[in-house]
């Protein structure tokens, strides 16, 4: 419990900076820790739910952490925007977890990254508009390594952090990895 409430943590830290103003360059990891959470439950009714929870507890921090200056907006504005992003955000975590139990990986991956960019999408034309929290949007201190925004759009940013955690987490887990790094470390030691 403790290893899953630390990664929560850590991926909510990841995904905050590029909405500080510091680098959006921990977006391209912010997501390992969570999809961690996700692999290590199995496909059970219990184990949705508590996946839920720690989704749910990590998107709320992250809108906590990047959001803190609607605070001192009306009262109603800082709760209905984390409510509302959480929510969004939730839709497609807890689809493409839901996918990940049932079917091939490949197919849960692609239902992440659709479902996530889906959702943005939503986020700018809904109603309720609020980009603010848009992955891509990150990266807005680093504007020499998203110039291809320009034929991309915002979106292309949302593309690139997803698939660099999705390559990253699936790197960290596969046995082959695991041997390189344990052979490489072994070598590295005096």
Not at 73 to 87: E, F, H, M, Q
Not at 163 to 185: C, M, Y
Request: charged share 10%; net charge positive; proline share 5%.
């Amino acid at each position: 419990m403790f290893r899953r409430f630390a990664a929560v943590i850590l991926s909510a830290i990841l995904l905050s900076p590029g909405w500080l103003g510091m680098t959006g360059m921990t977006l391209l990891i912010g997501f390992v820790p969570l999809l961690w959470v996700s692999a290590s439950y199995d496909a059970s009714r219990r184990s949705w739910w508590k996946v839920f929870g720690w989704a749910a507890l990590t998107f709320a921090l992250w809108n906590a952490l990047t959001i803190w200056w609607i605070w001192y907006a009306p009262p109603v504005g800082p709760p209905a925007a984390t409510l509302a992003s959480t929510t969004m955000n939730m839709i497609a975590f807890m689809l493409f977890h839901t996918v990940s139990k049932k079917a091939p990986k490949a197919l849960a991956y692609v239902t992440l990254v659709t479902a996530w960019i889906t959702t943005e999408y939503w986020y700018t034309v809904g109603e309720f508009s609020w980009p603010w929290l848009l992955l891509g949007n990150g990266f807005s201190h680093e504007v020499w390594a998203v110039q291809w925004y320009e034929y991309t759009g915002i979106f292309g940013g949302t593309l690139w952090t997803l698939v660099a955690n999705i390559l990253l987490f699936e790197a960290l887990v596969s046995r082959r990895t695991r041997r390189i790094v344990a052979a490489a470390a072994w070598i590295a030691l005096p």
